[in-house]
């Protein structure tokens, strides 16, 4: 069973800084593309952050310089270090793990974690 665990969301004040953790467990950790995807209140769930097997990075334009997502294979999570927390990050963080092969496409999601950036 796939299961994907968030953490580290919580209330900081706009400047502040959280550090988001995603742990699998079910999977080849390795082998799958880890992402963070958001939502905030009456909006569709968006990219955040992606990272592949090498290591190749993608964000999206508004968290570029701010977020960084990195990933340890030997401990099988992903990480999202947020700084410079804006009010318009506020949403509930989602971790994703990608993975297309021929005839298949797998994609597994977290429960989410919240995240509010409000003074």
């Known amino acids: 069973q796939v299961q994907l665990g968030e953490s580290g969301g919580g209330l900081v004040q706009p400047g502040g800084s959280l550090r988001l953790s995603c742990a699998a467990s079910?999977?080849?950790?390795?082998?799958?593309?880890m992402g963070w995807y958001r939502q905030a209140p009456g909006k569709q769930r968006e990219l955040v952050a992606t990272?592949?097997?090498?290591?190749?990075?993608n964000y999206v334009d508004s968290v570029k310089g701010r977020f960084t997502i990195n990933r340890d294979n030997a401990k099988n999570t992903v990480y999202l270090q947020m700084n410079n927390l804006k009010p318009e990050d506020t949403a509930v963080y989602y971790c994703?793990?990608?993975?297309?092969?021929?005839?298949?496409?797998?994609?597994?999601w977290g429960q989410g974690t919240r995240v509010t950036v409000s003074s």
């Open positions: 990272i592949t097997i090498t290591g190749s990075t």
């Open positions: 079910g999977i080849i950790f390795s082998i799958y593309t």
């Open positions: 994703n793990a990608h993975r297309v092969q021929i005839k298949a496409v797998y994609d597994y």
